[in-house]
């Protein structure tokens, strides 16, 4: 009876979702290209909608939005706005002030831009990806995943309610998700990473050096943290309520118990690790 029950709940949330999708049936596609010479500053936010940020080898950023809603009006309220000042370009899909409560609407963005950009890309509610991208780059949304792969530099990423899943970062990292799963892969110099809900699963790859001390906490998970072999730090790692195992060759005294303080390979600059509840793995990458 209850795996009867959750079929139909789970059958239940996909018609409410393809439903809600076929609402929002009536389209538009707007565009805009801008010519850069050096490197560009770009910032695009929408209200509602998906965020996908791609490189590109040319000195333009490519901007299109797609314009969603039930009926033309809907789409009559959604305002896209553009400019370009120098190398710093704005692209923002935004409602009228005409827009009333039950407006059913979203503007997704698709955004090229050179490899090596500072962007800044914004989503009330929805997911974003973001690709093969140098320099500074900081993604937020209120309620989505974030997904992103080949990133360097300095990196910011935040979502309110959604996983984070990171690959092949190099540089300074800074993860957060109010509520999520976190999955990060990368070669880091700073790592700041926290979820106030869901399990973290960190890699961190050889030739990655401790510029600063690196912090990684959630609320209520487990967390399974991978370093290199010959990787130096002072660990400070507690779980308040479950185990921790290691297979690296820490330096501590008394017993392995739900707290680890000591050195890896000599110590270095302090690493944290914390759950408040769930177990915490320590492995060989």
């Given at each position: 009876m209850g795996q009867a029950s959750g079929i139909l709940m789970l059958l239940a949330g996909c018609t409410a979702t393809i439903r809600a999708q076929s609402y929002l049936r009536v389209t538009a596609q707007e565009e805009k290209s801008f010519r850069v010479s050096g490197v560009p500053r770009v910032l695009v936010s929408t209200f509602d909608g998906a965020v996908r940020v791609e490189s590109w080898d040319r000195a333009e950023v490519l901007c299109q939005a797609e314009k969603r809603g039930r009926s033309?009006?809907?789409?009559?309220?959604?305002?896209?706005?553009?400019?370009?000042?120098?190398?710093?370009?704005?692209?923002?899909?935004?409602?009228?002030?005409?827009?009333?409560?039950?407006?059913?609407?979203?503007?997704?963005?698709?955004?090229?831009?050179?490899?090596?950009?500072?962007?800044?890309?914004?989503?009330?509610?929805?997911?974003?990806?973001?690709?093969?991208?140098s320099g500074e780059t900081s993604l937020r949304t209120g309620d989505g995943s974030i997904t992103a792969s080949n990133l360097s530099g300095s990196v910011i990423v935040r979502t309110g309610d959604g996983s984070v899943d990171l690959s092949d970062v190099r540089g300074r990292l800074q993860a957060q998700t109010g509520d999520g799963k976190m999955h990060l892969?990368?070669?880091?110099?700073?790592?700041?990473?926290?979820?106030?809900?869901?399990?973290?699963e960190v890699t961190v790859e050889p030739g990655s050096q401790m510029n600063a001390p690196w912090s990684l906490k959630t609320g209520d998970g487990s967390i399974m943290l991978a370093l290199p072999a010959d990787f130096a730090a002072d660990l400070d790692v507690h779980t308040s309520d479950g185990s921790i195992s290691t297979e690296l060759p820490v330096t501590f005294s008394g017993k392995l118990g739900n707290t680890l303080r000591g050195q890896l390979n000599q110590g270095g600059r302090l690493l944290t690790v914390r759950t408040g509840d769930g177990s915490i793995t320590l492995r060989r990458n």
């Open positions: 033309q009006g809907d789409l009559d309220r959604i305002e896209i706005i553009s400019s370009q000042t120098g190398d710093e370009i704005r692209f923002e899909a935004k409602l009228t002030s005409r827009a009333n409560w039950n407006l059913h609407a979203r503007a997704n963005l698709t955004i090229h831009v050179p490899r090596e950009s500072i962007l800044s890309a914004r989503t009330g509610d929805g997911s974003i990806e973001a690709h093969g991208l892969r990368g070669r880091f110099t700073e790592l700041d990473a926290r979820t106030g809900d869901g399990s973290m």
